[in-house]
């Protein structure tokens, strides 16, 4: 079946930046919307940032716009999500996500990476 494979992640200081990247498995890729959300210790899942199929549409949640910028490379079945200026308050586990709507809840998405630890450092 179509997986998501994330990498990226990991520990890196105030102001720091980091890329994480998801590669799909299934084809076409450009079928689906995809999207990363972030799970943080004691709080709920929440949206991130959003991509449409084309690409040309992009979304946000107000506490990383800004700062985070999602893309997605089509030819290689990959999206990516690219961070800057990172916060404490950004620390979480990060989940790639693929759905067939172009969408900022979490509960729209019907396809999740493994996850990847972002831990941001004061």
């Known amino acids: 079946q179509v997986q998501l494979v994330q990498s990226g992640g990991g520990l890196v200081q105030v102001g720091g930046s980091l890329r994480l990247s998801c590669a799909a498995s299934?084809?076409?890729?450009?079928?689906?919307?995809m999207g990363w959300c972030r799970q943080a210790p004691g709080m709920e899942r929440e949206f991130v940032g959003g991509?449409?199929?084309?690409?040309?549409?992009?979304a946000y949640a107000d506490s990383v716009k800004g700062r985070f910028t999602i893309t997605r490379d089509n030819a290689k079945n990959t999206v990516y999500l690219q961070m800057s200026s990172l916060k404490p308050e950004d620390t979480a586990i990060y989940y790639c996500?693929?759905?067939?709507?172009?969408?900022?809840?979490?509960?729209?998405?019907?396809?999740w990476g493994q996850g990847t630890q972002v831990t941001v450092s004061a």
């Open positions: 996500a693929a759905g067939p709507i172009y969408s900022s809840r979490t509960d729209q998405y019907s396809l």
């Open positions: 299934g084809r076409p890729f450009s079928n689906n919307a």
């Open positions: 991509v449409a199929r084309s690409g040309g549409r992009t």
